[in-house]
């Protein structure tokens, strides 16, 4: 990522900050953002709209990938919306002063709680994922004499086989009201009855880490087409459309990422000529990105202990972390770079599986992985880890999740504090 360099030492830096001195400072395991590839990040998509769309519309930063009071104040002064999906997000994101109006609500099966909180709170955008949530809805909006602003969660259906990359699209059909079989039609028509509800417009999300345009542009145009069979059966217009994220970032140097620039202006074309060809007004269009936002804005550092070489078979080097603050090679045997970030100048020509220091024989962040030749002591950075993996981080085995800190323009500074041995046994009775 373009907010790391190596300086004379042969220490990997971060937006003007030493690695081995972060390090120092700060302890390991630690989490590391650059608040300037954030907000830089954040530019990029807000500037889109302006090219595209003159400004009619606005990214929403999914919170899911990394939550914490400061980044969504550094999201919402970049002018971005926020996406939570449990009241936990949502009471982070109050803490940290965004408005309840900029704040959008997902999540299939919401608690009763979670919905009174969110209609209490006056959440701009409840996204409702089943129509058994709209009843709920309607009555916390009722006993509060208010009227909540919902949109539904559509699952476009897009056909899997002329199109395979959707597959993930697939595999996450527990979400949505589907579109097809004439459900959404329905959950649309029942909510246009509601008193206590208003229908501002539809979302759909079609998966994460993808690296191909076509599936948002087919994804944009199946929905359009359904505003156009609304406006037809229902004589409705909506105000917005969600087009969600997932957009694919560089875990390594041979991923083919699409500069965010394309994947905007590839959908705003769709968006554009699917409108014009249904006589449409254009929606304010939103997306919903989270991991193209802070992944490789985020590394973690950690300290290395043994190398353990078993001839033949692999070299282990473990570490002072593992799958407590980072689950994502032992659940989806996730990609990684990783380096020795104290012999950054130094050829990559030992091969190690980095293994974490959790009771459990998965506990691995990357297996036959090229590193700088290690030794006990040393720094090992994992790269773009800053999206799911704070926010995925547990306390097995009694670990600590670690301080994240943030750097920018050379300083750094404490967004979380590390957890306390106190912290862990806060609620134990
Ligand atoms: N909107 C909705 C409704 C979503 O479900 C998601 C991600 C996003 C937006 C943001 O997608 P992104 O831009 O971050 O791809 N834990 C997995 C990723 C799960 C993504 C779930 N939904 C991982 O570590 O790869």
Redesign the pocket.
């Known amino acids: 990522s373009d907010c790391l360099s190596c300086n004379d030492a042969g220490h990997l830096v971060i937006s003007g900050c030493d690695t081995v001195d972060l390090a120092r400072q700060y302890g390991t395991p630690l989490y590391v953002m650059s608040e300037d590839k954030i907000r830089e990040t954040c530019r990029r998509y807000v500037s889109s709209f302006q090219t595209n769309y003159g400004g009619n519309g606005r990214p929403i930063y999914?919170s899911?990938?990394f939550s914490c009071k400061e980044i969504y104040r550094i999201v919402l002064s970049e002018g971005l919306d926020v996406?939570v999906v449990s009241g936990g997000e949502l009471y982070t994101a109050l803490q940290a002063g965004v408005p309840a109006s900029k704040i959008h609500f997902?999540g299939n099966n919401k608690s009763i709680g979670e919905i009174v909180y969110a209609v209490e709170s006056g959440v701009g955008d409840i996204v409702v994922d089943h129509p058994s949530e709209l009843m709920q809805i309607q009555r916390a909006a009722a006993e509060n004499s208010t009227v909540a602003s919902i949109s539904f969660r559509i699952k476009p259906g897009i056909d899997a086989h002329t199109h395979d990359f959707i597959r993930t699209g697939q595999i996450d059909s527990k979400?949505g009201i589907d579109l097809i079989s004439g459900e959404a039609m329905e959950a649309v028509r029942t909510a246009l009855t509601m008193d206590h509800i208003v229908l501002k417009g539809l979302h759909c999300?079609i998966g994460?880490?993808i690296l191909e345009k076509e599936p948002f542009v087919h994804a944009a145009e199946v929905m359009l087409d359904f505003y156009a069979q609304i406006r037809d059966e229902l004589g409705v217009v909506f105000e917005h459309l969600n087009l969600?994220?997932?957009?694919g970032i560089k875990y390594r140097d041979e991923d083919l990422t699409i500069p965010y620039e394309e994947y905007m202006a590839a959908v705003s074309v769709a968006v554009h000529s699917k409108c014009k060809a249904k006589e449409l007004p254009t929606p304010k269009i939103f997306i919903?990105?989270?991991?193209?936002i802070v992944g490789e804005a985020g590394i973690t550092l950690y300290t290395v202990g043994s190398v353990k070489e078993i001839p033949g078979v692999r070299n282990y080097v473990t570490i002072d972390g593992g799958m407590f603050d980072n689950p994502?090679y032992a659940l989806?045997q996730?990609d990684y770079t990783c380096l020795i970030a104290n012999k950054a100048d130094q050829p990559a020509d030992y091969i190690a599986t980095i293994a974490g220091k959790c009771c459990e024989s998965g506990d691995l962040i990357q297996e036959h992985t090229a590193l700088q030749t290690p030794m006990e002591g040393d720094l090992l950075v994992v790269l773009s880890t800053g999206?799911?993996n704070y926010s995925?981080a547990s306390n097995y085995n009694r670990n600590l999740k670690p301080a994240c800190v943030m750097v920018s323009e050379g300083e750094s500074r404490i967004v979380i504090k590390a957890e306390t041995y106190e912290d862990l046994v806060r609620n134990d009775v």
Do not use: D, I, L, N
Not at 244 to 247: E, I
Not at 288 to 292: A, H, I, N, V
């Open positions: 999914a899911k990938a996406e997902q979400f999300h994460s880490q969600g994220g997932g957009f919903e990105p989270g991991r193209s994502r989806y996730a999206a799911y995925m």
